[in-house]
């Protein structure tokens, strides 16, 4: 199973950018598709984007399409989402999660990370 943490949260003016990176461990991380998801407070759980196993497919919600860019460096075993134009509504605690192929859900989440857009 892969272990994943995220980093590069933090407070960012209104139309801002940030750059969120998801590390993982393991040896069988080029197995598993990744995807970001996003909790603001009192809110359920959003799927943000995600990014096949190879990297040649990702995928977005439509609130951060033209806005997110979702990418994977299999050798270093890293996943990143860079965020750009942010809005207030981006405030969050940003999440990567891995998932198999032949998996339904995604199986493996990190810590979290807090994004916090001011206006």
């Known amino acids: 199973q892969v272990q994943l943490l995220e980093s590069g949260g933090g407070l960012v003016q209104t139309g801002g950018s940030l750059r969120l990176s998801c590390a993982a461990s393991?040896?069988?991380?080029?197995?598993?598709?990744i995807g970001w998801f996003r909790q603001a407070p009192v809110k359920k759980r959003e799927f943000v984007a995600a990014?096949?196993?190879?990297?040649?497919?990702?995928y977005y919600a439509d609130s951060v399409k033209g806005r997110f860019t979702i990418s994977r460096d299999n050798a270093k075993k890293m996943v990143y989402l860079q965020m750009n134009s942010l809005k207030a509504e981006d405030t969050a605690v940003y999440y990567c999660?891995?998932?198999?192929?032949?998996?339904?859900?995604?199986?493996?989440w990190g810590q979290g990370t807090q994004v916090t857009v001011s206006s």
């Open positions: 393991g040896r069988t991380f080029s197995s598993y598709a």
């Open positions: 999660a891995a998932r198999r192929v032949t998996s339904a859900a995604f199986e493996s």
């Open positions: 990014v096949s196993r190879s990297g040649d497919s990702t």
